[in-house]
């Protein structure tokens, strides 16, 4: 078992409604008349009111090519994530030397040295911790990143790990791109990062949940769901029509048999903290857990306040649903993402104690 004993999800500053950004992109995404109609209709029904952005909207039709943004991201990512894994760390009440491992995820530009190494000296992390990045899970990785430091502290269970998530989706987009994926693309993603601590059975001290088991689930045939294809403007976005169908097909299944295996089932648990894919996804989520729709309700609002911030969103779930009105202690939920495999992540967590 592990304990996370701190959640901190931050946005950068540039906050815009969903409207105030169809109306300075659709221009650089669809210049015709035709597919500006259909940018506008699916920004529409994205279920996305706000978003932020790590530049001033006026920035993104001057940013050059894939180096210029990709020297962007590094810069940007590295002072939201040193600010997500500092006020984690406050939180938690633990200081930057208690830190053993820091597993990083990303999966929205390219860093080598990887962005916890570029960190380190200004968090002032100790000279040994140990490092592991993330790279190519995507979307499904903050809990894929949740489940990981777990394995790591249950072997480990005196010291302490530390997750980041850093996505700034919005240097991604692709300019005089107008097909399907890349207009979804830019009425859903947005930015932030998020850093979760978590510590091992034998440190102690008050945690808002524990972790108590851990599935993963890669379905066979399915690459081309989800996922990059990096050409020489960048990342260009690869979204298929059939996740929604992959998840009504296959999450149901996946998700009793992981419980099984504790001895439990749906009805034993409390809350659910999803990944917000989207509109489509999470009404195809709610069908395949036979949950009505306020169960994924924190995951909705998410959703409509943020957007979908990758690998980071679920773990902004997670710090609402922990902060906003806390599960009652001892309940049982359920931390779940997808993402490019095509693949599923499942954490069962019991809700603890903050005093």
Not at 264 to 291: C, M
Request: glycine share 10%; aromatic share 4%; with cysteine.
């Amino acid at each position: 078992m592990s304990h996370l004993a701190a959640v901190t999800g931050v946005l950068p500053p540039h906050r815009y409604s969903q409207a105030e950004v169809t109306a300075a992109l659709g221009h650089l995404l669809a210049p015709g008349d035709t597919d500006r109609a259909l940018l506008e209709r699916v920004h529409a029904n994205a279920g996305v009111a706000h978003r932020h952005l790590v530049l001033p909207l006026e920035r993104y039709a001057g940013l050059g090519d894939f180096g210029e943004t990709n020297d962007e991201f590094i810069r940007s990512a590295v002072d939201l994530g040193t600010d997500a894994v500092g006020k984690a760390l406050e939180a938690a009440a633990l200081r930057p030397e208690d830190v053993d491992l820091v597993v990083s995820t990303t999966i929205t530009g390219l860093a080598v040295p990887s962005l916890e190494a570029r960190m380190a000296g200004r968090l002032g992390l100790r000279d040994d911790v140990k490092r592991m990045p993330l790279v190519g899970l995507g979307c499904v990785a903050g809990a894929a990143g949740v489940a990981r430091v777990h394995d790591y502290l249950v072997g480990h269970p005196a010291e302490v790990g530390v997750l980041l998530s850093v996505e700034l989706c919005s240097l991604t987009i692709q300019r005089d791109d107008p097909s399907p994926a890349n207009l979804v693309a830019s009425g859903l993603f947005a930015d932030g990062a998020a850093a979760v601590v978590m510590t091992g059975d034998d440190r102690g001290g008050p945690a808002p949940a524990e972790v108590l088991a851990t599935m993963s689930r890669l379905y066979p045939d399915t690459e081309r769901a989800m996922g990059w294809d990096v050409a020489a403007s960048g990342l260009r976005i690869v979204l298929g029509v059939e996740v929604p169908d992959l998840v009504r097909t296959h999450v149901r299944a996946d998700v009793d048999r992981f419980l099984a295996g504790q001895g439990l089932t749906r009805g034993d648990i409390d809350w659910w903290v999803a990944h917000p894919g989207g509109p489509k996804v999470l009404q195809a989520l709610a069908e395949a857990l036979e949950v009505p729709d306020e169960a994924l309700g924190v995951t909705w609002r998410s959703l409509e306040r943020i957007g979908n911030l990758s690998s980071a969103s679920v773990l902004h779930v997670l710090a609402d649903t922990l902060d906003t009105r806390p599960p009652e202690r001892g309940s049982l939920g359920v931390l779940l993402a997808m993402g490019p495999g095509f693949c599923l992540e499942l954490v069962l967590l019991r809700a603890g104690d903050t005093t």
